[in-house]
């Protein structure tokens, strides 16, 4: 049962364009969302967060889109750079809570 | 940077034995959790800790597995009888009281049960 899902598991994109990370879900009680990067032999790295009451929060070059009505979120990374590379999760819980469900991750790779 | 700490970075065991994964959160943080990712898979929560005890837990925590916070730093999950099916990485995460929903992630603990 995949509550979050990232259908794609990689995207290359060139630097300096933009990276658009997209994330789907199914429980509509998810009220809040995390996207984290990940490098390899690293734990996760908090990036961006947003809350259901919102539909856009952005950090510097991070946006992240909600659209509540088709239970998608996006993470925008304008530009890209070759640091961005990296497997980026979504996640996600219910009731603000502290049980975050993750997507599988989709890998990033910015070519320079 | 404060940063979150997790030792070792590696452990080997045979099955049955107990484990005990260790994680020092960022001193200021009162809410501390595990996670696991089995290679290949995603990353799943398995319990949420705070003012001494469990607040959230998954289905993956069952009976074999149990936490603690021995003293002011230290943040134990232990495993009881690990199976090979424990194998994964595991990560401890802490937030800061303020931000509840911003985790701060350890580097992970590699668990390889023979």
């Known amino acids: ?19 658009i990370l997209n994330c789907d879900y199914t429980n509509s009680m998810f009220d809040y969302f995390l ?10 790295t908090f990036l961006i967060s ?10 510097g070059r991070f946006t992240v889109f909600l659209n509540k009505s088709a239970k998608h979120l996006s993470l925008h990374i304008v530009p890209s750079q070759p640091g961005d590379s990296a497997v980026y999760f979504c996640a996600a819980s219910e009731n603000y809570g502290q049980n975050f469900v993750f997507g599988p991750g989709t890998r990033l790779s910015v070519l320079p | 940077e404060p940063e979150v700490t997790q030792t070792p970075s590696h452990q ?23 996670y696991r990712q089995i290679l290949g898979q995603k990353v799943e929560f398995l319990v949420s800790f705070y ?20 003293d002011g730093s230290n943040f134990t999950l232990k495993i009881r009888s690990t199976k ?16 509840q ?11 390889t049960v023979l």
């Open chain 1, 1 to 19: 049962d995949q509550q979050v899902k990232q259908n794609s598991p990689s995207l290359s994109v060139q630097e300096g364009r933009i990276s």
């Open chain 1, 35 to 44: 996207w984290y990067k990940k490098y390899p032999a690293e734990g996760p």
């Open chain 1, 50 to 59: 947003i809350s259901s009451i919102k539909d856009k929060n952005e950090d």
């Open chain 2, 12 to 34: 080997v065991t045979q099955m049955g034995q107990e484990v005990i994964l260790r994680c020092v959160p960022i001193s200021n943080h009162l809410y501390f959790y595990w």
């Open chain 2, 51 to 70: 003012n001494n005890e469990i607040s959230e837990k998954s289905e993956i925590f069952d009976d074999q597995f149990s936490v603690e916070r021995p």
């Open chain 2, 84 to 99: 090979l099916e424990d194998s994964a990485m595991y990560f401890c995460a802490s937030n800061p009281r303020q931000l």
């Open chain 2, 101 to 111: 929903n911003t985790q701060y992630f350890g580097p992970g603990t590699r668990l």
